[in-house]
């Protein structure tokens, strides 16, 4: 699919508030889905609503979740109708202190992915996945690391969600404060949020002679 | 209810996988909600999950949540049945790289809230529910700015969820190779992942005199 081709607008993707943070251009969602790592993904359970964390990873316009063969959303997807998932990732770029209570705000960039999540059966595609969720976190890890052995792949569920129903949303800049309250008292502004990646921290029995990798030798 | 009492365990909050990382107390569950500030809410439209990501509060044994009257979770949460809906808090603290693949994994911590959302109509509770959000993002914030006047609380919806059937989840420390791969000539330890607030960045309409406030002064 052509990187200009917006993803359509469907009646579930259009925000009933704040329309114009919405986006639905590829290269602004790809970017989010790219930045983040962790998602929230949810899905319905005895007819309730239940939400997850997880790990997951982007290979063109496709997602992958991976987890244990026995998860309960994972089993799920294993059915052949699949499983009808909402898969949201949200990336907190400040806070917005307005002069009025009701205009704080934060900036954020999220994105979310509507959609039937079903299980990947294929061995290659499964391993390609499993790849990217490990590159997603630390770029370049993947190839330095014991791949996973027959019995630890049977035991994975690996689980793809394709990127057809999907929105960016997208807060920047400073408060939006009312005119009127311009003049009161009250300082206003953002306060900057970033994730912060520290120094690396080695396992207390790993063998002192393997040196830092060159991937995780940079802070970010 | 006593601090000491823990969430009562359910079919629904125990989780299927990593149980001994489950945990039901309220100190845990308590400061979780309280160093996060965003959520993500996860709810049924059509038959389908929606989950999206918005600030929240805690007070006492309730969660707050605030938006638009318009916005579609909230009206749910206007019928007199309520809003089934799930909240989930998730702390990032690291990446977990492991040997081999299969165990890499992040260390977190998560809140998970089943439960059914209502709106709040009682005017008190309404306005301590809107100090409550702008305090958890910015303790002190509520006091210095300007509170919502009738037509913005008017167009405001509060809603509640009560800490019944809740747990947590928290993952800790190094990677959990498997004995066979420690000897494997792979780095492994675990690189910290910490939230970190920058320096707030005035308004670009700021009247130049007034000064940070307090509550600002110091990064975290």
Redesign the interface.
Known sequence: MSQATPYPITD?NVP??SKERAAYDRESVHAILDEGY?C??????????????T?YARIGERLYVH??T???PLRGAGQDAGL?????V?L?DG?V??????H?S?N?R?V?V?GTAYQVTDPKERALA??A??DH??PG??D?????DAR?LAA?AVVRLDLTEVSAKIRTG??N?DEA???????????????????????????PT????GY?STER
């Not at 009808?84 to 949201?88: D, F, H, I, Q």
């Open positions: 579930r009933t508030r962790l929230h993904l949810g899905f319905v359970r005895d007819g309730a609503p239940v939400v997850l964390p790990l987890g244990s026995g998860s309960r009808p998932v909402c898969l949201t949200t907190v806070l202190l307005a002069r009025s209570a009701f704080h934060i954020y999220s979310v509507h499993l790849d969720v490990v976190i630390v890890r993947a330095d690391s014991r791949r996973a630890e994975t400073g408060p404060d309250d311009l003049a009161l008292p009250y300082w206003s502004g953002v306060v900057p949020v970033t994730e912060h990646r520290g120094t690396p921290a080695p396992a207390a029995d790993l063998d393997i040196a830092l990798p995780l």
